[in-house]
């Protein structure tokens, strides 16, 4: 067992996979595209459903994003979170947490075009959908739409900052 940044505790064991599910879409405020991440946990982990909460919510507290809080801004903040884009590829770093994930090229555009990607961390398992399978937008939607979803989850913007060559 270790310790996050605020003490709360972190068990590896209780917090499974986190999947990551990157798209891109229409943004409320200006109509135009934008980058969307979503970070989710399978809720395979060893204990039960609440020690898996508990874990994934020790990984968002230590890396300085709170659960149905407002939006954090990565640029401004002292957030220990990075979003790394090389090409199709995207690194998404947290304390005591590293995904990698493959994203379309619609995707990359908006990354760049706004300079940002809105990362949506929640701390609820998608039961219904698993890395590498297809989701159709209903699907997404149906989720990441829902009350308990957005209650149960931590918001940020984060620079798109690319791997220099």
């Not at 997404?140 to 913007?157: K, M, N, P, S, W």
Request: glycine letters at 10%; one cysteine or more.
């Amino acid at each position: 067992m270790t310790s996050t940044q605020t003490g709360v505790p972190l068990n590896r064991a209780h917090l499974g996979t986190i999947a990551v599910l990157p798209w891109a879409g229409e943004h409320a405020d200006d109509g135009h595209d934008a980058a969307f991440l979503l970070a989710y946990p399978l809720g395979d982990g060893a204990g039960t459903a609440e020690e898996g909460d508990a874990a994934v919510r020790a990984v968002l507290a230590g890396s300085g994003l709170s659960v149905g809080g407002p939006i954090a801004n990565g640029a401004l903040s002292t957030v220990p979170v990075t979003l790394m884009v090389d090409g199709a590829n995207v690194v998404l770093t947290l304390p005591h947490l590293n995904v990698t994930c493959t994203v379309p090229p619609q995707w990359t555009a908006a990354a760049e075009k706004r300079g940002q990607v809105h990362l949506m961390f929640t701390t609820r398992p998608w039961p219904d959908h698993r890395p590498g399978l297809p989701v159709t937008e209903d699907q997404l939607q149906a989720f990441v739409g829902d009350e308990d979803t957005i209650r149960t989850a931590a918001h940020c913007r984060l620079p798109a900052a690319r791997l220099r060559k």
